[in-house]
């Protein structure tokens, strides 16, 4: 029988991918970290109540251990089915320190690789890898680029480039996926996320200088920002997993039509405050601010944010829009599903659980 098999849960995209393989009643396994053991059972029990679904397998393991450090009877378990392969365990942050990054990104990739050349059935290696392995690169960045750049913003994007590397060599030997969302937000419709990071820094920014006379913008930027809202991400993924020709394929789900970083943020500033943004501050100023944590945990914006307001890049979508022209999936615009996500920011703002972490 074929098995679903997650890395990364309880983490929000894979817990939104099963919770959606749930409603299917599809056969569902996720390797999990013994520390995540109490977080993954109830994030279980609640999709299994929701959708009515059959008992959800939860795994103990560690990706960044040979055989991911599974017991042999799991693995004689996992080597019995049909797989597909969803691997999502990773160091997401943007100020994650390099030798963390490596050892699950990096490392973490490889062993899952070794593991899955083992499976006697793997129908699917799905790879979720990010849009901005591209790095500093800048111009058109197509799907069939994997260049090594001059240089990553963070090492974020330096590990993750360095794992769809091992991926994409898998390509000759397993049915792969590559995955590269843009910076994914919450629901189009709901707003719902559980965690305030990426585009969401910037409401943090506005929340809590709002008692200003006015707010300016930060620096000059002539960028685009590439936001994608996570219902496109899941219902896209899983509709690649199950195409057969998307096996040996790597798809960008970006925003195919992306908003410039100034519209962004005056219609953010404008939804939180009811007033435009007014002069700016030099981007020089903001950097050098945020380069002291005080500052920084203050505004609840990571330093690293900044980058991504005067870098150039579009990511090239036409692989991606082939192969989901019979799927019916689009993303939705950003700007029209804001208020959304604005909503449910102002509800879960002074909530300390999503909020991460500000180094």
């Known amino acids: 029988m074929k098995e679903i098999v997650f890395t990364g849960f309880p983490g929000f995209i894979a817990s939104q991918l099963i919770y959606k ?19 993954a059972e109830k994030e279980a029990r609640r999709i299994e109540k929701e959708t009515n679904c059959r008992a959800i397998n939860l795994i103990e393991g560690d990706i960044t251990e040979s055989g991911l450090a599974l017991n042999e009877q799991d693995k004689v378990y996992l080597k019995s089915k049909n797989i597909v392969f969803w691997h999502l365990a990773a160091i997401y942050d943007l100020a994650v320190p390099r030798d963390l990054a490596w050892q699950v990104n990096v490392e973490g990739t490889r062993f899952v690789n070794e593991f899955l050349s083992e499976l006697p059935n793997l129908e699917r290696y799905v790879y979720f890898s990010t849009a901005y392995v591209a790095g500093n690169r800048e111009g058109i960045i197509y799907e069939t680029d994997l260049k090594r750049p001059k240089a990553f913003k963070n090492f974020y994007e330096e590990t993750k480039f360095e794992a769809e590397l091992l991926v994409e060599d898998l390509k000759q030997t397993l049915p792969v996926t590559i995955i590269r969302p843009g910076i994914v937000r ?19 920014l506005i929340e809590r200088v709002k008692f200003l006379p006015f707010i300016p913008f930060v620096g000059r930027s002539q960028s685009y920002l590439n936001v994608v809202p996570v219902d496109y991400v899941l219902d896209a993924s899983i509709y690649l997993s199950k195409l057969d020709e998307a096996a040996g394929q790597t798809v960008h789900l970006t925003d195919p039509n992306p908003h410039p ?18 002069g700016r501050l ?64 102002n509800v879960h703002k002074n909530d300390k659980n999503f909020q991460i972490n500000i180094r």
């Open 261 to 278: 970083v100034e519209e962004v943020y005056r219609n953010m500033v404008f939804l939180i405050t009811g007033k435009s943004p007014k």
């Open 186 to 204: 919450g629901h189009s419709v709901t707003g719902e996320t559980i965690k305030f990071d990426g585009p969401y820094f910037f409401l943090n």
């Open 21 to 39: 393989h749930a409603q299917q009643h599809e056969m569902i396994s996720a390797i999990i970290l013994p520390s995540e053991r109490i977080k």
């Open 282 to 345: 030099p981007h020089s100023v903001a950097k050098a601010s945020l380069s002291l944590a005080p500052v920084r945990k203050l505004l609840g914006v990571e330093i690293e944010t900044l980058d991504y307001l005067t870098w150039s890049a579009d990511f090239d979508t036409q692989n991606a829009e082939q192969l989901l022209v019979g799927s019916n999936v689009r993303c939705a615009d950003f700007l029209e599903t804001m208020p959304a996500m604005v909503e449910f920011y």
